[in-house]
């Protein structure tokens, strides 16, 4: 069993930055990926983006590439999501989740956390 937590949403206004973090603890596998996905108020969830761990190598949707950007922390099992130059568009739940490959299907993704809401005010 894995746990997810993640942390950093929060309200922001339009142009503002924020990071989030994701957590893994509990059977982690020595080579996997992580990845975020977020779900838009009344959509279907959607990927973000995805790294693996402890290699680094990443995938980002072609959407928020340039605004989004993931990356290992120095904490173990630990990654973050910067995102910058947030619009009103951005605001929904941001969901982290954990794959045995890097991958941007939700169904390649066994582990997910609760969520953390991101609100941008305009």
């Known amino acids: 069993q894995v746990e997810l937590v993640e942390s950093g949403g929060g309200t922001v206004q339009t142009g503002e930055s924020l990071r989030l973090s994701c957590a893994a603890s509990?059977?982690?596998?020595?080579?996997?990926?992580m990845g975020w996905f977020r779900q838009l108020p009344g959509k279907e969830r959607e990927f973000v983006a995805a790294i693996t761990i402890p290699g680094g190598s990443t995938y980002h949707a072609d959407s928020l590439k340039g605004r989004f950007t993931i990356s290992v922390a120095s904490a173990k099992n630990t990654a973050h999501l910067q995102m910058n130059n947030l619009k009103p568009e951005d605001t929904a739940v941001y969901y982290c989740?954990?794959?045995?490959?890097?991958?941007?299907?939700?169904?390649?993704?066994?582990?997910w956390g609760q969520g953390t809401q991101v609100t941008v005010s305009s």
């Open positions: 989740a954990v794959s045995p490959v890097l991958g941007y299907l939700e169904s390649e993704y066994n582990y």
């Open positions: 509990g059977s982690i596998r020595n080579n996997y990926g």
